[in-house]
């Protein structure tokens, strides 16, 4: 299948300034890719090109085979798009703002209400369905905004700092919406600085620097890539001055160890690991367990910025 988003040699330039340059990547369906960067990088130039705001300068992208810069109108059916600033119509009462843009998406009328009630109880907006935009506090803005964004059910939605101003709950509401859509096969592009939420939520993370991208991959090869080898760490349920002599063999890469402890490196953990603890246990040492030290997307992401 050909890949849902496509771009080749995007660029985009204001004046002098080229604020996206020559960036090419693939988005499959059902797949969930976070466009991570420092402020300024070009993130959400680049989502206003996908989205059909920006004509690109140079180079093309597609979503599902159509032309974001020849065929605007039917990339804006395909997509929903939440930008940083929910930018809502305050003196309109929810249930009107949604059918005015379900409307613009040609819902019918059953269908838009439906929709609407669908989402807001959701979110748990139901309850303020009769109170005006203007008086929603900012998390509730930005569900209205989300709402508004998913209302026609896109294929593809592009989401700017979705839980900004959000409380952890409703944070928590939204990554699982968005953990709900991603498995009934839409693709969301995600741009975000909580890098937690690109790692829990991310099959492929893009990070942008001054326009360019600079890293494309999973979580799991990125951190492959820049920080090495996993560390993996045997703690035991007794102190052994003697427990790490039988340690030492050709696939492990020993890294620091105590009378407690032993953190190791190995390429072939499915190998050193049962080996280890049936070597362990061969000369009596009990071991209280075996795990790989987590390494976090944020080590990935200063390495590469800074």
Not at 44 to 53: A, H, K, Y
Not at 187 to 195: D, E, G, R
Not at 268 to 285: C, D, K, M, S, Y
Request: net charge neutral.
């Amino acid at each position: 299948m050909p890949p849902l988003i496509e771009t080749a040699g995007l660029t985009k330039q204001f004046d002098t300034l080229i604020a996206v340059n020559d960036l090419t990547f693939t988005v499959a369906e059902g797949e969930v890719l976070a466009l991570l960067g420092p402020n300024g990088a070009g993130k959400t130039t680049t989502v206003r090109m996908l989205s059909s705001i920006l004509k690109p300068t140079r180079g093309y992208a597609r979503i599902a085979s159509h032309d974001v810069a020849r065929e605007p109108r039917l990339v804006r059916h395909l997509i929903g798009h939440l930008t940083e600033f929910p930018g809502l119509y305050l003196r309109m009462r929810p249930l009107d703002y949604l059918d005015f843009f379900g409307e613009l998406q040609h819902l019918p009328q059953a269908e838009r209400r439906a929709r609407a009630e669908e989402l807001m109880q959701h979110f748990e907006l139901w309850d303020a369905r009769d109170r005006r935009l203007g008086n929603f506090s900012k998390g509730m803005r930005q569900k209205m905004a989300l709402i508004r964004a998913m209302l026609h059910n896109p294929r593809v939605l592009f989401l700017d700092e979705p839980t900004s101003a959000m409380d952890p709950h409703s944070a928590k509401q939204v990554r699982d919406a968005i953990a709900g859509l991603r498995g009934r096969g839409h693709t969301i592009v995600l741009c975000t600085h909580n890098l937690y939420e690109a790692e829990s939520l991310a099959d492929h993370i893009a990070v942008i620097r001054k326009g360019q991208l600079i890293a494309f991959g999973s979580p799991t090869q990125l951190k492959l890539d820049l920080l090495g080898l996993p560390l993996w760490e045997v703690r035991l349920a007794r102190p052994s001055a003697h427990a790490w002599q039988p340690m030492l063999n050709e696939h492990a890469h020993i890294h620091s160890s105590d009378a407690w402890s032993l953190r190791y490196h190995t390429e072939h953990p499915e190998i050193t690991n049962p080996l280890l603890l049936r070597e362990l246990a061969a000369h009596g040492v009990d071991v209280l367990r075996l795990t790989e030290l987590p390494r976090s997307l944020e080590e990935v992401y200063l390495k590469l910025v800074q």
